[in-house]
């Protein structure tokens, strides 16, 4: 398949539809700018239903991820992202102008689960495609760069359409139609991943202890960054700094950080590979320690920027490893539960506070954030000192 990649005229167009089909994954972004609104129109829903049409998209990407990352052993992936974008782009386009509340949560089921497909089946097109190491950093950095431009732009877009009537934010999601048409003519068409084993070989075994280790560190990462993305608003409100348009400043910086990091991630990766970690999590200990001791906006947008920008060098990072340390005929299953791990941690972020409140006693979302400090501090010494026996018991660094 590399092959293809390189001789085919069309390669260009083939790296760009894989690239914007990160679109999926911003499928909570458009409703954001309309929550105030959902809330006043569906006043009379349970609020736990309404809950879970704002943000359980989010929670079911992870259960797509893994019946992706179980079905491409029997369906090609293309097969799957094709049919995964078409229903996205039913679910989410057809929501516009529609009023019932259950007709609508259910569309957004689909979108969340297709956008698990989505994820797992594209990023797990650029691990075949392209085996060479250095360009498939590449094109994960560059899919994690454009998730982040294209998040804020749905964002942007949405605001703009609720300002003239909530349900028009689904509009936003027009731009996955021209993505639909580039996967169907630009992707090549491949066989499901249990064909890709060599005939009469053994049959490849999933690393699990491996995998499992990777998304252990991926959740807990993940759990972090989404302290400060789920509690910006609470935490400027404790310091009685800015206000709404401040918050979606941080938001904005936040991304840009983590589109910076995406576009240089190949060019770090293949320079520290598996000590990858130790950069993302100590600059996001740097960036949590000033936002523990400063009241200052300038110091705490640094900060913010800080952090997006390690989200985006992690979230490359273990897409990339996942893809790295399972045979070829695993990798989707791999890079389904290092998904999972991530959309996991975005899930329960805004437990983490609470639960530091919990065990150590203290009232704020201010005073957490030196235990969070430490959290990630003790991330960096078990990261490089899994580096350092790698290296003593290998003679390299290799990822986990």
Partial sequence: ???????????????????????????????????????????????????????????????????????????????????????????????????????????????????????VSSVGLIAELFIDENRRSRMMGLYTAVMSILGAIMTYAAGWLAIINWHYVFYAYIIAIPILVGVIFFIPKTAPERKTAIEGSTPDKMPWKRTSALAIAAFIFSSMYSVILTMVAVYLVELSIGDSSTVGLLEALGALGSMVTGFAFSFIYMRTKRATPIIFAGLMAVGYLMLAYTINLPMICIAKTILGGMYGLGYAYYLMAAAMIAPPSKASL????????????????????????????????????????????GYVLISAAIVIYTKKKQGNIELI
Avoid at 16 to 40: N, T
Avoid at 337 to 366: E, K, M, R, T
């Fill in 334 to 377: 791999s890079i389904s539960i290092a998904n999972s791990a991530v959309y996991g941690g975005i899930f329960v972020g805004p437990y983490v506070c609470p639960l530091i409140q919990y065990l150590f006693h203290v009232d704020s979302i201010v005073a957490c954030m030196p235990y969070m400090v430490l959290i990630l501090i």
């Fill in 1 to 119: 398949m590399n092959n293809f990649v390189e001789k085919k005229e069309n390669a260009f167009l083939l790296k760009f539809v894989l690239i914007v089909s990160s679109l999926a994954l911003m499928v909570d972004m458009a409703i954001y700018p309309a929550v105030d609104a959902i809330y006043q129109d569906f006043a009379d829903i349970n609020m736990v239903l309404v809950n879970f049409f704002i943000t359980g998209p989010a929670l079911l990407i992870i259960i797509g991820s893994i019946i992706c990352g179980l079905l491409v052993q029997i369906i090609g992936k293309k097969t799957i992202l094709a049919a995964s974008y078409l229903l996205f782009c039913i679910s989410t386009i057809f929501s516009s102008g529609m009023d019932n509340f259950y007709f609508l949560l259910a569309m957004r089921t689909i979108a969340g689960l297709t956008a698990g497909f989505i994820s």
